[in-house]
C-alpha cells in the first residue's frame, strides 16, 4: 500500500514568497503526522504557460502535469497571497483549469498570507466558496498569516502556528490517521 501523497500549491508568482513558508509548513506537519508523501509546487514552475492558456486543452506539458498532480493528489493545501481583498488571479486561472469532478470529495485545506489583518476574512470569503463550487472537502480550520507573522520568511508566530497544528490535525483526520489532539490545543 502506498503513502497517501499531499500537495501543496503556493499561489504566489514570487519565490521565494511568504505563501510558500506557509503551505511548505503545513504540508511537512500533515506528512509527519501521516507518513504521507508531501510536495509543495509554485505558481512560478508555470509561468508564463499558465497566464498564456485559456483552455485545458491547450495547456502546455508543464502547466498538464501541474493540474494532473492537483486532481490526483490524496489531499491538497492551496494557499495564495491576498491582494485587494481576494486571491490572486493567476492562482484563480490555475483552478480555473482544474476538471470540475476532479475535487469532489477531496480533503482541501485552505491559507492565504497578506500584508496585514485586514485580509484575513478572504479565506473564508473567497478560497472557501471557490473550493465549495468543486464539492471538495474543506477541512473546518481556514489559516491566515500577514506579514508580522514571520521572520526571515519563517512562521514564527505562536498563534498561527497553533491553528497551522488545527488544521493539519483536521486534514490528516480526512487522511484516515488517528492522532490524538493535545490536551491542551485550542481552536
Sequence with gaps: MTSPR???IAG???CPSKTRALVAHIVDDVARKTGASGK???LTEILPELGTTTMRSTAPERLEAMLSAIE???ALVFGSPIYKGSYSGLFKHLVDLVDPL???GKPVLIC?????QRHALAVEHQMRPLFGFFSAATVPSAIYASEADFENGVLTAGP???RCETAARQLAGMLGAIIPAPISATL
Design 12 to 14: 504566489s508568482t514570487s
Design 160 to 162: 498561527v502556528r497553533e
Design 102 to 104: 476532479a475535487l469532489v
Design 40 to 42: 509543495v509546487s509554485d
Design 112 to 116: 492565504a498570507t497578506g500584508g496585514g
Design 6 to 8: 499531499i500537495l501543496g
Design 72 to 74: 490526483t493528489a490524496d
